[in-house]
């Protein structure tokens, strides 16, 4: 059954990442899709130039014209947050969306390998942590699952019981279900994953292949998504997300751009 999603997320101007990557799998899986973008940005940030606009008071504005034309929705995905005032904003809206009965799903993007991205500040975790007290499902990497937790990060990963009291430890901060994604656990590439509704802990290796493309955590995030409300178990729906991504960077490891991303919109097929 098809459900109205809200997608908050930010929209680049060239490159298949985060509302590029996400809309057409989403909109293939047959759902209606409303966006909600956090911030404008020129071109995907591995070129290393860009420019970003932000948007909160549009943001802000929309979610005020929203309510007062009576839109709802089943879904509220959140991804990249600019600012503590806007993570504010959208940790709000989640909580009210959430008392509602919308699920939510959140991808509390701040920094990877071991590193928070440039401008992400303590006030920014602290709205983040408001926001996944809220969250259905969340999905950090490694790096973001350490500053959540205020945990020591290992570039060397962790073993399986480290992992799963990293899983419960965010389970404890309110999320429900949790996942963390590329963690290596006792040396294999993985996602690790808590699932609230069976208690049943959960790890998922996988084979890493070389190549870097922006945006494959947003086709991953959108091809779970897409599955749990076809009402696929969070395991399963992880192993197809991971899959799907494998599939999505075989095909292209020889693309001479990478920095451009993957062209979703032609794969849309084996998703």
């Known amino acids: 059954m098809s459900k109205h999603i809200l997608l908050v997320h930010d929209l680049a101007g060239y490159g298949k990442v985060s509302l590029s990557a996400m809309m057409p799998v989403l909109s293939h899986m047959g759902h209606h899709l409303y966006t909600l973008p956090t911030a404008l940005v020129s071109n995907t940030l591995d070129y290393g130039k860009f420019y970003i606009q932000e948007t909160t008071e549009y943001m802000r504005q929309s979610l005020k014209v929203w309510a007062e034309l009576g839109f709802s929705f089943d879904v509220v995905s959140t991804g990249m947050i600019l600012s503590a ?3 504010a904003l959208v940790s709000d809206f989640c909580e009210q969306s959430a008392k509602k009965g919308a699920l939510v799903f959140v991808d ?3 920094g990877d ?13 602290q709205s983040m942590e408001e926001m996944i007290a809220c969250a259905d499902l969340i999905y950090p990497n490694y790096t973001e699952a350490c500053y959540l937790t205020g945990t020591q990060y290992d570039p ?7 992992a799963f009291q990293l899983l ?18 006792d040396g294999q590439h993985s996602v690790a994953g ?7 802990h959960f790890l998922l290796g996988y084979t890493e292949i070389p190549v870097r493309f922006p945006g494959t955590g947003d086709i991953f995030s959108a091809v779970l ?8 178990e969070l395991k399963p729906s992880v192993r197809k997300a991971m899959d ?16 451009a991303g993957i062209p979703v919109e032609s794969y849309l097929y084996i998703l």
């Open 168 to 185: 419960d430890n965010l389970h404890a901060h309110g999320a429900k279900s949790v996942l963390i994604t590329s963690i290596t656990v």
């Open 113 to 125: 390998e071991g590193k928070l991205y440039n401008g992400v500040t303590p006030s920014t975790i």
């Open 194 to 200: 808590f699932n609230h509704m069976t208690g049943e």
């Open 225 to 232: 998504i897409g599955h749990l409300l076809d009402g696929m």
């Open 244 to 259: 799907a991504v494998y599939t999505l960077i075989d095909r292209n490891k020889d693309n001479k751009d990478k920095n």
């Open 156 to 162: 060397e990963g962790v073993d399986r019981e480290t």
């Open 85 to 87: 005032e806007q993570a």
């Open 108 to 110: 509390p993007i701040m």
